[in-house]
């Protein structure tokens, strides 16, 4: 009611600090910083049940393991932020993956340009969903979910009488099995410091120039220390064991692009526009069918990416592949780091962060070597337990502008 | 009746409108003018018309009959790209902003800045340059409220997203505006806030045209008000030199000021 409500501004106060802090928290916007105290309060407990838990090896599997999830769960954000679903990626990876085995082991066709294939399937797939969800206006969860069923069949006929595909040893294995030496994962570490640090303090001086409010320096060197110290002690870790993995260099490269795409791009503002207020955007002039259709490529491309990567760890593909709980561990990775289920709010990172979290809960479990039982009702617990927080706080969100 | 037959052209002018649902007749040739520098408040009861005759305007829906001519020339107003092309922007009552985008962003929605030089071909949206102009732009209309143009809109309160929105339709450099009860459901301060911004918009020389039903807000901004009752035009005033009773009595149709008893406002 009272128009003249302090908008928080850049005061540096520890108590205005903390205060920002709790509310955030409060509203579900803390995102990053919540879901570290979550991921440390897990490792913490699995290491104190288990304590190979946070080995150098475990936590280089743990990587590898979730190599898949995360390329996954970055389509998967980008379809949550336009407030849509895709129960079909799983399935979409499972799919895609198969062609791609098939194609090269079966076909003698190149493994690159059996991966393309497979990617382009994938954009196929989108492409077909973005469609059917336009032009006829069915709900995406029912496309999706319908064809799923329908993706299934298909790989099933795709793999034929075997069921499985040895995948040998080709670019396609590499992909998983390629260990830098520690001064190369030295050297992508401080690369990225380094870059991380230059863009945001360019960002800072281009603003200050243009007359604008810059943020306190401080709090910029925080994040920077922060997002520094993991990336450090990521790479310390990796050494250890058999170095910083290819793929979380290639996961970490898509999350960067994706998260360019979705902040800093004209079509990334339209996605957040479409799944804010969709009306607002049409008359705005906003060709939203468009953006729907892209996004919806873009979530199933990169649902066949991490049907690529998951046949790269495992070495081959079968008829489990991308079946499971595959679908359900993409999509509640990002909404438990923080991604809205209901449109308009989420970043690229929660991709990754949501799956350090769900494999770190997986893994340990593995370790503890809990029953299947117990693994499905925790799992299961957690999840709601994270779309509970999220539209608990979205409610408070939303009920911000009228206290 | 149509005492203001302006020897120089209105800024916008619309002569025997006519519109029909079906057996409904929403309007009977209505005749509706504004000029630059002008507020016109469009009062009447529900169902007298006012929808029917702003969504004419703004090209939303079509009238069966009736022609429009725009600084004297006549023109045709046959889809909203229309109405923006000849500079007429309109703010429904639903304001049209996405929540979770913060003032900027959504003052610039669809015509975001893209960066100039080489980061072109990366299509980087200008930020600075974007966050410099709304600045301006909010400035240029000493709307204060706004401190954090950084701040999602669904954090402000309603005075400030309408101001929001008013200030998104001026981007395209409109010569005429049209306010769909902007003031509906605001607090007193914020109101004023509201009728302030619509006079900093006649000081800048737009035509605005205001649907209201709060009969206190029209006189307080209006210049002429225009009664609409059963889709006719019933009258006409000039604000200064007319009484409540007299807009209540257009309205409602009776002939005769009903008396001292009359304090209904808003219908």
């Known amino acids: ?403 | 009746m149509s005492a203001t037959t302006p020897t120089a052209p209105a800024l916008l002018t619309l002569k025997s409108v006519s519109k029909a649902f079906g057996a409904n007749q929403a309007l009977t040739s209505v005749d509706f003018e504004v000029d630059a520098g002008e507020v016109v408040a469009l009062v009447g009861d529900n169902g007298a018309g006012k929808s029917t005759l702003v969504k004419a305007i703004a090209g939303v829906q079509l009238c069966d009959e009736g022609a429009f001519y725009f600084r004297g020339e006549m023109v045709k107003i046959s889809s909203p790209q229309d109405a923006t092309a000849l500079g007429i922007a309109t703010v429904y009552q639903d304001l049209a902003l996405c929540d979770n985008l913060d003032v900027v962003a959504n003052l610039y929605l669809g015509r975001e800045l893209f960066t100039r030089g080489p980061s072109r071909a990366a299509y980087l949206i200008d930020e600075t340059a974007m966050e410099q102009s709304a600045l301006e732009l909010l400035d240029s209309l000493a709307v204060t409220t706004i401190r954090n143009v950084r701040e999602h809109v669904g954090m402000l309160s309603g005075g400030q997203r309408q101001a929001v929105a008013i200030a998104r339709s001026l981007l395209g450099e409109p010569s005429v505006v049209l306010l769909d009860e902007p003031t509906a459901a605001l607090g007193v301060s914020q109101t004023e806030q509201v009728l302030e911004l619509i006079h900093t918009l006649r000081q800048r020389g737009l035509g605005v045209v205001v649907i209201s039903h709060n009969l206190e807000n029209v006189f307080a901004v209006a210049d002429r008000i225009i009664v609409l009752r059963l889709g006719r035009r019933a009258a006409t005033f000039d604000v200064r030199g007319v009484s409540r009773e007299d807009v209540v009595s257009a309205i409602t149709g009776a002939e005769f000021g009903v008396g001292a008893g009359l304090s209904k406002e808003s219908a």
């Open chain 1, 1 to 403: 009611m009272s128009d003249d409500r302090e908008t928080p501004l850049r005061t540096n106060g520890p108590i205005q600090m903390v205060r920002d802090v709790g509310r955030k928290l409060s509203q579900g916007e803390a995102g990053p910083l919540l879901v570290l105290l979550m991921v440390a309060a897990i490792w913490t407990f699995f290491q104190f049940q288990n304590d190979r838990f946070l080995s150098p090896g475990n936590l280089t599997n743990l990587m590898l393991q979730q190599a898949a999830v995360a390329t996954i769960s970055i389509g998967v954000v980008l379809i949550l932020l336009l407030g849509e679903i895709d129960l079909s990626v799983g399935a979409v990876s499972g799919l895609c993956a198969s062609v791609m085995a098939v194609l090269i082991v079966n076909r003698g066709v190149q493994p690159v340009l059996a991966v393309v294939i497979a990617l382009g399937l994938g954009a196929i797939i989108g492409l077909f969903n973005g469609f059917m969800i336009t032009r006829f206006r069915i709900p995406s969860f029912v496309v999706t979910l319908a064809g799923s069923l329908a993706w299934v069949g298909l790989q099933l006929y795709v793999l034929g009488q075997t069921g499985t595909i040895n995948l040998g040893d080709n670019f396609v294995t590499a992909l998983t099995n390629t260990f830098f030496p520690p001064l190369i994962g030295w050297a992508v570490a401080v690369l990225a410091i380094a870059l991380t640090l230059g863009f945001a303090l360019l960002g800072r001086a281009h603003r200050r120039a243009a007359g604008l409010q810059v943020g306190a320096l401080r709090g910029l060197i925080f994040r920077i220390a922060v997002i520094g110290a993991a990336f450090v002690a990521l790479v310390f870790v990796m050494n250890q064991d058999r170095g910083l993995p290819l793929v979380v260099v290639i996961v970490f490269a898509l999350a960067l692009a994706f998260a360019y795409l979705t902040e800093r791009t004209r079509f990334g503002r339209h996605m957040f526009a479409v799944g804010g207020n969709a009306e607002a955007a049409r008359r705005a002039g906003i060709k939203i069918d468009h953006v729907r259709i892209m996004v919806f490529m873009l979530g199933s491309t990169l649902a066949a990416a991490g049907g690529v990567l998951a046949a790269s760890r495992l070495l081959a593909v079968n008829q489990s592949s991308g079946a499971s709980d595959l679908l359900l561990m993409a999509i509640a990775g990002p909404v438990i780091a923080g991604t809205s289920l209901f449109g308009g709010r989420g970043t690229v990172w929660s991709a990754l962060l949501g799956a350090v979290v769900i494999g770190s809960i997986a893994n340990g479990m593995n370790l503890l070597a809990l029953a299947s039982s117990v693994k499905f009702i925790v799992t299961g617990a957690v999840l709601i337990t994270a779309v509970t927080i999220e539209s608990v706080t979205r409610g408070r969100r939303n009920s911000g502008a009228i206290e």
